[in-house]
């Protein structure tokens, strides 16, 4: 990963450490940097969050779920980082998207109604932590407190564009209500927006997934797990054609 990039989700997560958020916030250096060099990467320490992954499919989780990716969203408003990616990255032209036929169409039909939507209806916009999945978050017993970590995917784009990633790692619309329900009553983004673009956005936090697989399997080395990104690039297409 680039260091600016790396910098903006410590920084991200910094910030909301700083409202009183579970962030597995970066431990500064010595100089105050956010991270240091080693040989060709970098590396960063970080605070120890306590408790355990939430459990997607159970529906108190969900509530929790929801109300802490509010709360990260509505901490972050303001917040800005020259190392954000700059929303959105999908080139249907891509080289890579020849590994599967069906993969450049469908990958531009997502671009195309992301696009119709942005120009009739104005998205919330904001920086994102890029894949709130259950793992990202930590409940713990002792204290009742929820932290959201792993803030290495953070970018800036649509709000909703977590919501999706949320609902799609909850499987699905009609197994995420009460995450649906708990994010709408956490007021960063209005109902009416949420109702209008889930779908669209959804399609689209697919068609990210179908790209990533599909680069890591054109750049794949000989011994390459390829069966595991084989397996997920299968399951974006049963979601997107079924779209």
């Known amino acids: 990963m680039e260091r600016p990039r790396f910098e903006a989700g410590l920084a991200a997560a910094e910030h909301l450490a700083r409202q009183g958020l579970d962030t597995g916030a970066p431990v500064r250096a010595a100089d105050g ?15 120890f ?24 969203h509505r901490g972050l408003a303001g917040f800005r980082h020259p190392g954000l990616p700059a929303w959105h990255p999908l080139r249907p032209d891509a080289p890579y998207l020849s590994v599967a036929g069906w993969l450049r169409p469908a990958i531009a039909g997502a671009v195309t109604a992301l696009t119709k939507l942005q120009v009739t209806d104005r998205l919330t916009v904001g920086p994102l932590h890029g894949d709130p999945r259950p793992e990202a978050f930590r409940l713990d017993p002792a204290t009742g ?3 959201l970590v792993s803030w290495g995917r953070a970018r800036f784009g649509p709000l909703m564009y977590d919501v999706a990633s949320a609902v799609r790692h909850a499987g699905g619309p009609a197994r995420a209500r009460e995450l649906l329900s708990a994010y709408e009553d ?25 790209d990533a697989c599909a680069r890591r399997l054109a750049d794949a080395a000989p011994d390459a797990p390829v069966d595991r990104w084989r397996t997920a690039l299968d399951q ?8």
């Open 236 to 243: 974006a297409r049963i979601a997107l054609l079924d779209d």
């Open 145 to 147: 407190r929820i932290g």
């Open 49 to 72: 969050v306590p408790g355990r992954p939430l459990d997607g499919a159970d529906p108190v989780d969900q509530q929790w779920w929801g109300d802490r990716l509010g709360a990260a």
């Open 186 to 210: 956490s007021g960063p983004v209005p109902v009416a927006e949420i109702e209008g673009s889930l779908d669209t956005l959804l399609r689209f936090r697919w068609a990210m997934e179908a």
């Open 33 to 47: 940097a956010l991270c240091v060099p080693a040989d060709e990467h970098v590396l960063a320490l970080l605070e």
